[in-house]
């Protein structure tokens, strides 16, 4: 389950965080629209991203995309503000913030039908998993930030969904998908001094 267009040089790597930074900084100080977006052929390609925000390590934003429809780097810009002002489990990010945010970027593999259980690898393989028009996804590192096993993990990608726990074992579609993840320590604001 690999897809070239995970393999990105650590330069670009580091371009795509810096952009994500860049962006929550002009949503989050109303400055939207100021910065180009790099011009390296390979952001040009479809990209599915996650941008994940954390303040002092705790959860503060997630906003993705499951499948690649977009330019990567415009994938990775919309995520990035949307995560800051948009995840509705929390208020938007004030200004006053930016300097204890840290970013995350997560570029998600096409999704893979599972068929044996025992193929999903906990902290390798995040899962989506859908029925009844419901779905909910998980990137592999939650489950080992939480110290899941297989179960416990298609339990909580079941409940994320807002389905019974128990779901994947009663039908629930399970698709699984690797990640690159890229991140770094650097804030996405840097503190005055």
């Known amino acids: 389950m690999t897809d070239s267009s995970t393999l990105l040089t650590p330069r670009q790597q580091t371009a795509l965080l810096a952009l994500a930074r860049h962006a ?73 913030e930016l300097p204890l945010l840290r970013v995350e970027i997560s570029l998600l593999s096409p999704l893979r039908r599972v068929e044996n259980l025992d193929t999903i690898r906990v902290g390798i393989h995040g899962l989506l998993v859908s029925q009844g028009g419901r779905r909910g996804l998980l990137l592999p590192q939650v489950a080992t930030e939480y110290g899941w096993d297989r179960d416990a993990f298609l339990s909580h990608t079941c409940l994320k969904a807002g389905l019974p726990e128990d779901a994947w074992r009663r039908g629930a579609e399970i698709h699984a998908f690797t990640v690159l993840l890229m991140s770094d320590d650097r804030p996405v604001e840097e503190p005055t001094r």
Do not use: N, W, Y
């Not at 949503?27 to 990209?47: E, I, M, N």
């Not at 994938?75 to 948009?86: E, F, K, L, N």
């Open 24 to 96: 929550i900084r002009e949503r989050v100080r109303g400055t939207v629209g100021v910065s180009p977006l790099p011009h390296d052929p390979v952001f040009q390609q479809p990209g599915a991203p996650f941008v994940t925000l954390t303040k002092e390590g705790a959860l503060r934003g997630c906003i993705g995309f499951i499948q690649a429809t977009q330019p990567l780097a415009e994938a990775v810009r919309h995520c990035a503000m949307a995560a800051a002002v948009s995840d509705p489990r929390f208020p938007p990010v004030r200004p006053e």
